[in-house]
């Protein structure tokens, strides 16, 4: 080497001399060489990747920043080819030897400069903004030219006159452009017309987009948004938007196609695929003759593998930073070690200890940049993963088959989104601990053995002891955790199930008894949180004893096995810091471990639902018979593969363009029918084709929280003169000047603002507006008034309606249109008993001519049309209380006031509607508190903590510091003492460090116990004032608010309280406490360090008032966005078939995708502020070992090496803490949002108190005289009223039927009655008494309702027919034969313990109705109230309902709300409302010969009067 430079290549004595330097042959080589030497190696993978990426045109104009850097380039070429030409003509002329390196170097260089030149060329093609590689590059170039640019700066200075001008200019015109050029490269190529902010919908281009290299690695491009959230609350408007890679439509597709690539494979690999072989013994081997055929069991396809193989390069990357981290913090010690030296040698020249200083802090921010690259993609990984389960398990849902369906309650899965997301999303930000961990432990024995010898494998011997209780422990909380996890489960569910029928509760005063199995459930996930949290203490004991043992069990070993072994400051303390670094991976491996085994329930429980069985794509074929809409050929059907089928051998043609009405009792098929037809039920043999679309409207109405127009159009674009056809035909017309925005009114969940008949009407109207070829229409107008069914059935679905070149099939239990149907379909048990016209059906004269004759009270009436009308008008004028009611086959409607009413809406042109009106909006937005969090949310939940524990863990953290620092403290005394080269008092030594390591554990256990026992306890109190709350809510609560806004706070806020903000604040007292100690150990060695920690200490507190106010409101807007992605799914999955008939799936796959993409705004803006502020305080706790090491530098001659040691040992760990502080400190308050949200919820206004001292007797009410006085009612203060002066007076016994067309304002009257709704003026006496002077449940338990919609919970039927355990089984078993119930419940498994699924699934809508009429049964109430309770059920049982209801019920005054009036019309009276107001009040048979609008709906509805024949 030293002839190929011409010079020595090393001499060591130039760096013990007061000036060093090095050699030139040093500097030509080595300092030369490795900026050229990154660049080669990075180029092939920079020029193959620029080259893929390249942007085909047009492409964006040449910038000025791509020529300015060209020039530069070419600039250096041209210097470094003139630098050659020197060489050679100094060679040719002055004959001189030239060595090799001068001919070599230029021609590397003029090499690199063509590289440069071509990477730039194609930067520009791929339109690169930044290349970190060039940054890189120009930046060692100009750090290695500082010593050969010192070099020749000395030897002018040394020299009379300068040797080699030529040379000597043309290097410090290369070095100047390769400066210029370093400037250059930190700023981004961002042409003008991109740098602009360019808006994507309502969030701005995200400015990291266009950042540098530099840029990114510092953050700096989040300042903006700092500062922004430090001068005003941040708001959705305000965030940027999403990068593309990172959307939720970019992440999901990359995880889909890797995981049907996995099903694919598994397949390959399951018992799918056989193997031959010959005959053997095996218990496996069927014999199939002189073969076998080995069945493989089924391979599920691994979620595992289907991560890794989707981000196993992002886990690649974020290891690369992570290996050169861990390598790079080993230099510490290392230089610590020489500083030490340097401290007691004081022969050592004193610009080393300069040079160790600045060597220490270089390495420190080198360690900071690769650390927070680490955490940013960590994180954003984490993120990713999160995004990537969401959209997986929605999507799932979206094909999982009914089956799969019932077996996935909707607590489970919408924890699945929740909770076992965020799990991933935090095991993926510590995922490479798994082998980090080790490789630090491993580097860290090695350099312990340098230091110590054989003596460190006792400290590896201890931790090898504490692997098998690491593994112990870790099994134990494992199952703890699935416990967890399956107790959260249930909680969840039982919270979306009481809040999904949260007006039931209601309306029968359950609230108590619901609350009570929710509190015994969340009793017991916090008895197994409290194990789970005590063996967690026990693991923190063990590691934080851990690296004290460790180094108790090496020191002591050393010391003991020679006599002449010293435990001076170098081998101690460089010990110390390696066991410092020790204690990192030893921390958090259980950490990781706790963190591994949660993700691994989590996985389990994801691979579990995602591979759930799905709906058979090819199960409804398209192919039938020519001329034939839909066709059943010898098919069955079940709701599972294991079940016996419902449905059996069906044979059914429908032909194109015909009606089909399908009949039946309860239970019988009918639904099912319809469910088969869609692909909902499994396919056991058979065939079934339907050809082209379908529309399907369901028995109960699924409507989104939307507004009305959106409803009705379900994603199609509107058309305004089909649209407001198909409201015409709906007769939702009259129905929009109700509204207060018309069809522009947002409508709650499940249509909580709309009456039944309402939300049965937009469904249909969504059918009707989507111009399918096959309509399945579920009991359609069961809900909906007699004369607007009628209505409907002319205009949509009859002969003669919008449909009627359709194909329809119509499951009803009216017999009215049964005459105008093309065909009858009749189902018995399963099974299609007839089938044909109406007219061969009476022929026929089987059971359905039967029922007819016993249940129709139709006449065929002869004559026209005209003659019906003019007998009902003449017999109409003599009307008298013996005349009969009769229902007619069909009447002639006139053109009443409603039709008049349709014309005049349908002329009104509602497009304009844009600006917002009162009531318009009905789900407001989620509150969000802004600003600092109250301190009062502190005294909460520290009240709830306890101050006695608060107390405790404050004396054990405290303790614990003191302990640590007293243990270092009384190591550096010993040994500065061992300077002696004495081990004199070595088992004083050795047991004082041991009684203090000891101590540390004690006070660890005293800190983390007292902190489980608090932090269980504030859950507890939080969790019990939220539910106690929530219950006692007004019903306008749950009707203006999502229920994934309620359930986020009963799930992601309470998980918060119960795991995040404890660890948080442990960590926030370990590290204040830290921070403590360490600035009092430096000022011990360093009292002058006091004047540089205030500055720095300052800084802190600075930037953490900036960072903390957009922290704190990013992570509020991250709480706010996370509960619509909740709301969205469990809408979804309420419409599951009804989405996926109108083959609408992906349409809500891509909404869903959207929603995680508003919420990911803000997440991803959170993880890049938490690296925005670690960079800068990182950056900044820097300076603190710098001054620590520059002060021991300053002080050398006083400072004994043990102080030295000290010192910077604490002043290296300060950094990490004094960063963890101020982000513990943030990430507390953070996450004591959820305690704000917790008890915002817990503090809202209540409805009025259950029970009150002036309570009514024992016996009330004991007539059941009800009394309106003036009564006005309205839903919200800021509408109008819907009841308005309602007087009227109901006696005892009585039998009052409530009418009227929707919206008239029939249930509001049980909404008053109940005080569901608190009377805006008047009021209601009951027996005398005012119903508003006395308790809600003193009211409600003596009131019965049978609501119109019949909910259920899960659970056995006993719990649903008697949840407060009131009734025995006899009485149960009554009340079932009471509604005829008690045959079906007798054939399920089980009888009364028979389960019942989440919302009555495994129930028909009508057995759900009889199960509600056995609930009104039992109560026994004397004032009952039904709600067209019997709308669901055939017209046999609603028959023997009635009768039921007259028999049980004599002496009970009955109120019914009717949408058909022929179940009233023998009622003791008639109520009719009209917008609010009573219209009439009297018998039916006055009410006909008034001729008012009570006659006019009956003539409507095709009720007529005839005169009655004697008896």
């Known amino acids: 080497m030293d002839a190929f430079c011409g010079s020595e290549f090393w001499n060591g004595s130039l760096l013990d001399r007061a000036d060093p330097d090095l050699t030139i042959c040093f500097e030509q080589t080595v300092l030369t060489w490795v900026p050229i030497g990154f660049l080669w190696l990075c180029s092939p993978v920079m020029l193959i990747h620029l080259w893929r990426r390249r942007v085909p045109p047009p492409r964006n104009p040449i910038s000025c920043h791509y020529v300015f850097r060209q020039i530069l380039v070419c600039l250096l070429l041209a210097s470094t080819v003139a630098q050659l030409v020197i060489t050679i003509i100094q060679q040719v002329e002055d004959n001189r030897n030239i060595p090799p390196i001068l001919y070599l170097n230029p021609l590397l260089d003029i090499i690199s400069w063509l590289l440069v030149l071509v990477i730039n060329k194609l930067g520009c093609l791929a339109e690169m903004k930044t290349s970190g ?125 890797n995981w049907k690539a996995e099903k694919v494979l598994s397949r390959r690999n399951s018992g799918g695929r056989n193997v031959v072989r010959k005959a053997s013994n095996s218990s496996q081997i069927l014999d199939v003759g002189p073969v076998v055929i080995i069945q493989r069991p089924e391979k599920k396809p691994s979620l595992f593998k289907a991560m890794i193989n989707t981000y196993y390069a992002a886990l690649l990357h974020v290891a690369s930073y992570k290996v050169i981290y861990d390598l790079l913090s080993f230099a510490s010690p290392q230089i610590l070690k020489l500083m030490i030296s340097f401290t007691t040698d004081l022969s050592i020249p004193e610009w080393r200890g300069y040079f160790y200083a600045v060597l220490m802090m270089a390495s420190a921010i080198l360690q900071t940049l690769l650390l927070q690259q680490y955490f940013h993609h960590s994180f954003g990984l984490g993120m990713n993963i999160r995004t990537t389960i969401i959209g997986a398990v929605y999507k799932k849902a979206l094909v999982m088959s009914s089956a799969a369906h019932r077996a996935s309650t909707m607590g489970e899965v919408v924890n699945l989104m929740s909770t076992d997301a965020q799990r991933f999303m935090d095991v993926a930000a510590n995922i490479q601990l798994i082998w980090s961990s080790p490789l630090q432990i491993i580097l860290a024995l090695i350099f312990l053995w340098i230091e110590l010898g054989p003596s460190v494998l006792a400290g590896l011997a201890v931790m090898i002891l504490l692997i098998p209780i690491n593994a112990l422990l870790a099994n134990k909380s494992r199952g703890f955790q699935v416990k967890n996890m399956e107790i959260k489960d249930e909680r969840i569910k039982m919270m979306n199930e009481i809040l999904n029928g949260i007006k039931i509760l209601k309306l029968y005063a359950w609230e108590p008894s619901f609350g009570e199995q929710v509190t015994s459930v969340r009793n017991a996930e916090l008895d197994v949180m409290r194990t789970y949290n005590y063996l967690n203490s026990v693991s923190i004991f063990f590691f934080t004893c851990a690296p004290f043992l460790v180094s108790l069990a090496s020191f002591g070993v050393y010391l003991a096995v020679d006599p002449n072994n010293i435990l001076d400051a170098q081998k101690a303390f460089t010990s110390i810091s390696l066991f410092n670094i020790l204690r990192f991976p030893l921390a958090m491996l259980p950490i990781i471990i706790s963190y591994l085994v949660q993700a691994s329930v989590s996985l389990n429980r994801l691979e579990s639902f995602l591979n759930n069985s799905e709906l058979d794509q090819h199960a409804v074929g398209k192919e039938p018979s020519e001329g034939v809409a839909v066709e059943l050929q010898d098919a069955s059907f079940s709701w599972n593969d294991d079940e016996i089928p419902i449905l059996k051998k069906l044979n059914v043609q429908i032909k194109e363009g015909s009606l089909l009405a399908v009949v039946g009792k309860v239970g019988a098929g009918k639904s099912s029918l319809l469910a088969a037809m869609l692909g909902e039920m499994e396919r056991i043999n058979g065939s079934v084709d339907i050809r082209g679309s379908i529309a399907y409207v369901p028995q109960q109405a699924w409507i989104q929280n939307a507004s009305l127009r959106d409803n009705v159009l379900f994603g199609a674009t509107l058309e305004s003169v089909r649209y407001w056809r198909v409201l015409e035909a709906c007769a939702l017309l009259p129905d929009l000047d109700t509204l207060p925005a ?141 005349h009969l009611l009769k229902r007619l086959r069909s009447v002639s409607s006139t053109e009443s006031s409603e039709s008049k009413s349709r014309k005049k809406s349908l002329s009104k042109d509602v497009a304009g509607h844009k600006k917002n009106v009162a009531g318009q909006k009905l789900i407001e937005k989620e509150t969000m508190d802004i600003g600092n969090v109250k301190l009062t949310m502190y005294t909460k939940y520290f009240r709830a903590w ?116 404890p660890i948080a604040l442990r960590s926030w007292l370990s590290c204040a406490f830290g921070v403590l100690s360490t600035i009092v150990a430096i000022t011990i060695a360093t009292p002058i360090f006091l004047a540089v920690a205030v500055p720095i200490a300052i800084f802190y507190i600075f930037v953490q008032r900036f960072y903390v106010a957009t922290s704190r409101q990013l992570r509020r807007l991250d709480s706010v966005t996370r509960s619509p992605i909740y709301s969205h799914f469990g809408e979804t999955l309420s419409g599951l078939p009804v989405i996926r008939a109108y083959g609408h799936a992906d349409r809500f796959l891509e909404h869903n995708r959207k929603i995680v993409d508003t919420n990911l705004l803000s997440v991803y803006l959170w993880i890049v502020s938490n690296r925005w502020l670690a960079i800068r305080l990182e950056l900044v706790g820097t300076l603190f070992v710098f001054f620590a090491m520059l002060f021991a530098v300053l002080s050398r001659q006083s400072l004994m090496g043990g102080i030295v040691g000290l010192s910077i040992s604490y002043a290296l760990n300060v950094t990490q803490t004094l960063n963890w502080l101020v982000r513990q400190t943030s990430e507390l308050e953070t996450n004591i949002v959820a305690v704000e949200r917790v008890v915002e919820y817990s503090q809202a206004e209540t409805e009025a108190p259950w029970v009150l001292e002036n309570r009514p007797s024992p016996g009330w009410p004991q007539h059941g005289r009800i009394t309106f006085e003036n009564y006005c009612l309205r839903y919200r203060p800021e509408l109008e009223l819907i009841l308005q002066d309602i007087s009227c007076h109901i006696y005892p016994g009585e039998r009052v039927g409530v009418v009227g067309r929707t919206g008239a304002g029939k249930s509001s009257v049980m909404n008053g009655l109940f005080r569901i709704l608190e009377a805006a003026a008047g009021r209601i006496l009951i027996d005398g008494i005012d119903i508003s002077s006395i308790g809600l449940h003193d009211l409600r338990k003596q009131l019965t309702i049978i609501p119109q919609e019949p909910v259920l919970f899960s659970g056995s039927l006993r719990m649903n027919l008697d949840p407060r355990g009131q009734y025995s089984s006899i009485q149960l078993w009554h009340a079932l034969e009471m509604t005829h119930l008690h045959h079906q419940v007798q054939e399920m498994p089980g009888g009364l313990d028979c389960p019942i699924s989440e919302g009555g699934d495994n129930l028909s809508v009508g057995q759900r109705q009889l199960v509600c009429l056995a609930r009104a049964l039992l109560r026994r109430s004397r004032i009952l109230l039904l709600d067209e ?79 009655a024949t004697a008896f």
């Open 133 to 257: 590689v060039l940054f890189i590059f120009w930046l060692l170039s100009v750090l290695t030219g500082i010593f050969p640019f010192q070099t020749l700066i000395r030897k002018a200075l040394n020299e009379t006159a300068v040797y080699e001008t030529g040379m000597f200019s043309l290097f410090f015109i290369s070095y100047g452009l390769q400066f210029i050029s370093f400037i250059i490269s930190a700023f981004a190529d961002v042409p003008r017309k991109e740098s602009q902010q360019l808006p994507h919908g309502l969030h701005k281009k995200s400015p990291e987009e266009d950042a540098s290299f530099l840029n990114k690695l510092l953050f700096c491009w989040f300042d903006r948004m700092v500062y922004l959230g430090y001068k005003k609350p941040l708001e959705m408007e305000d965030l940027w938007e999403l990068k593309a890679k990172d959307k939720a439509d970019a992440v999901s597709r990359a995880f889909e196609w």
């Open 946 to 1061: 306890g101050w006695t524990f608060s107390f405790m863990v404050l004396i054990g953290m405290a303790g614990q510091s003191a302990a640590t620092l007293g243990q270092n403290l009384w190591l550096s005394d010993w040994t500065s003492e061992s300077m002696n080269n004495s081990n004199s008092n070595l088992g004083l030594r050795l047991g004082v460090y041991t009684a203090l390591g000891l101590a540390q554990g004690l006070f660890v256990v005293l800190s983390t116990v007292s902190i489980v026992v608090a932090a269980i306890h504030a859950s507890s109190i939080l969790h019990s004032s939220l539910l106690e709350n929530i219950l006692r809510l007004p019903q306008t609560f749950f009707d203006t608010t999502p229920i994934g806004r309620i359930v986020n706070r009963f799930s992601k806020d309470m998980d918060t309280i119960d795991q995040v903000i």
């Open 1429 to 1507: 309770a019997t709308a669901a059920v055939d017209l046999e049982t609603d028959s023997l309902i009635q009768e039921t209801i007259r028999s049980e019920f004599v002496t009970s005054t009955v109120i019914t709300i009717a949408h058909r009036l022929h179940t009233v019309l023998d009622y003791s009276r008639i109520l009719v409302l009209d917008r609010g107001r009573i219209m009439e009040f009297d018998t039916p048979e006055n009410l006909m010969q008034r001729q008012g609008l009570f006659f006019n709906m009956a003539k409507d509805a095709g009720i007529a009067v005839i005169q």
């Open 742 to 882: 018309r069809d522009l009114t947002e409508i709650g969940e499940k249509g909580i603002n709309l009456s039944g008949g309402q939300k049965q009407r937009v469904s249909l109207a969504r059918a009707i507006y989507s111009q399918a070829d096959v309509f399945l229409f579920d009991d359609a107008l069961s809900a909906v008034d007699s004369h607007v069914g009628l209505h409907i059935f002319q205009q949509v679905l009859g002969p003669k309606g919008l449909l009627q070149n359709k194909t329809r099939l119509l499951v009803t239990h009216g017999l009215s249109f049964l005459p105008q149907v093309d065909c009858i379909l009749v189902m018995t048990e399963g099974l299609v008993s007839e089938i044909g016209t109406y007219q061969q059906l009476l022929q026929n004269g089987e059971a359905f001519a039967e029922f007819l004759q016993i249940y129709s009270t139709e006449q065929d009436n002869e004559g026209s049309e005209d003659e019906e009308q003019d007998d009902e008008e003449t017999n109409g004028g003599k009307m008298k209380n013996g």
